[in-house]
T-cell receptor
Framework: DAGVIQSPRHEVTEMGQEVTLRCKPI?????LFWYRQTMMRGLELLIY????????DSGMPEDRFSAKMPNASFSTLKIQPSEPRDSAVYFC??????????????FGPGTRLTVL | QKEVEQDPGPLSVPEGAIVSLNCTYS??????FMWYRQYSRKGPELLMY????GNKEDGRFTAQVDKSSKYISLFIRDSQPSDSATYLC???????????FGRGTSLIVHP
């Protein structure tokens, strides 16, 4: 298995532009998570899905952020409009969940976002 | 204040040293505790997973939880340069499947 796949790996954009981050979870995993990591705040959970349904989006910082999971093999995190304070590494993770806890989360390589 | 606190380091040790990484937490409901290892420019990967208090050993790694003092530790024996990474502790309650992460401690093992 190729693991969790994220694209792009790096994104540099200007303030006000729309940014779309993409994630392909591990096949068969029921849970998908979006995290943001910064030096100041560490790893923060933004939103997570179970069987393609958003369960908890309380970590989404504001209305500029939105996430979708149209099917079991694809999810997007969109920022519109982007701001410099959104600069961070965004991780997608997936977990099997069935009959186990979701503690074993498998993380993708992350997307390093820089908003100028 | 975050529910899970870690000293960011960096912690620099010579090869072969015993490393002690620590976290404190504030939520008494936490029952499950994890350590993730994150190499530079990579995603975190689960290293150790423990339930409630006690020790768990896996090769050179030992995870220790003291619920009475709300203290989580990870010990690395015979540390290697390949252990150089950021170590994140995490914890969750029995009622939630979502862990709360610490900020991570950067470890450098020099030859």
């Amino acid at each position: 298995d190729a693991g969790v796949i994220q694209s792009p790996r790096h994104e540099v954009t200007e303030m006000g532009q729309e940014v779309t981050l993409r994630c392909k979870p591990i096949s068969g995993h029921d849970y998908l998570f979006w995290y943001r990591q910064t030096m100041m705040r560490g790893l923060e959970l933004l939103i997570y899905f179970n069987n393609n349904v958003p369960i908890d989006d309380s970590g989404m910082p504001e209305d500029r952020f939105s996430a979708k999971m149209p099917n079991a093999s694809f999810s997007t995190l969109k920022i519109q409009p982007s701001e410099p304070r959104d600069s961070a590494v965004y991780f997608c993770a997936s977990s099997p969940g069935q009959g186990t806890s979701t503690d074993t989360q498998y993380f993708g390589p992350g997307t390093r976002l820089t908003v100028l | 204040q975050k529910e899970v606190e870690q000293d960011p380091g960096p912690l620099s040790v010579p090869e072969g040293a015993i490393v002690s990484l620590n976290c404190t937490y504030s939520n008494s409901a936490f029952q499950y505790f994890m350590w993730y290892r994150q190499y530079s420019r990579k995603g975190p990967e689960l290293l150790m997973y423990t339930y409630s208090s006690g020790n768990k050993e896996d090769g050179r790694f030992t995870a220790q939880v003291d619920k009475s003092s709300k203290y989580i530790s990870l010990f690395i024996r015979d540390s290697q340069p390949s252990d150089s990474a950021t170590y994140l502790c995490a914890a969750r309650s029995g009622g939630s499947y979502i862990p709360t992460f610490g900020r991570g401690t950067s470890l450098i093992v020099h030859p």
